[in-house]
C-alpha cells in the first residue's frame, strides 16, 4: 500500500514543477549593440503611468523597478529589440 502513496507524492510533485518552470519567460538573445535605448523603456513605463525607479539589464532584458499609481512595486521585463513588455513581475 505505500508504493501507491508514494507514486501520487511523486506525481503531485512533478505536476507542481511545471506551471513554475512556464513561469520564466526570458527575452531573446540579442547582441547588446542591437538594444534599443534604456531611455525608450523609461518612456514607456513613464507614459503607462508608472515611476521608474531603476533599470538593469538582466537575462537577455532590459529590467526595470518602478512605482504604479496605487503606490505598490511592480518590476517588469522589455524585450531588448522591440521595448514591448516580457512579463510583469
Known amino acids: 500500500m505505500r508504493i501507491p502513496a508514494v507514486a501520487l507524492l511523486l506525481t503531485?510533485?512533478?505536476?507542481?514543477i511545471a506551471p513554475?518552470?512556464?513561469?520564466r519567460l526570458?527575452?531573446?538573445?540579442?547582441?547588446r549593440?542591437?538594444?534599443?535605448?534604456?531611455e525608450t523603456v523609461i518612456?514607456?513605463?513613464?507614459?503607462?503611468?508608472?515611476?521608474?525607479r531603476s533599470t538593469e539589464a538582466d537575462d537577455g532584458c532590459w529590467e526595470v523597478k518602478a512605482i504604479d499609481r496605487n503606490?505598490?512595486?511592480v518590476k517588469m521585463l522589455f524585450d531588448p529589440a522591440t521595448g514591448?513588455?516580457?512579463r510583469r513581475r
Not at 503531485?12 to 507542481?16: G, L, P, Q, T
Not at 526570458?26 to 547582441?31: A, F, T
Not at 518612456?43 to 521608474?52: C, I, L, N, P, T
Open 12 to 16: 503531485v510533485s512533478a505536476a507542481s
Open 20 to 23: 513554475a518552470s512556464a513561469d
Open 26 to 31: 526570458k527575452c531573446n538573445y540579442l547582441p
Open 33 to 38: 549593440d542591437k538594444w534599443i535605448g534604456v
Open 43 to 52: 518612456g514607456k513605463m513613464e507614459a503607462m503611468g508608472y515611476r521608474v
Open 71 to 73: 503606490g505598490a512595486k
Open 84 to 86: 514591448e513588455p516580457v
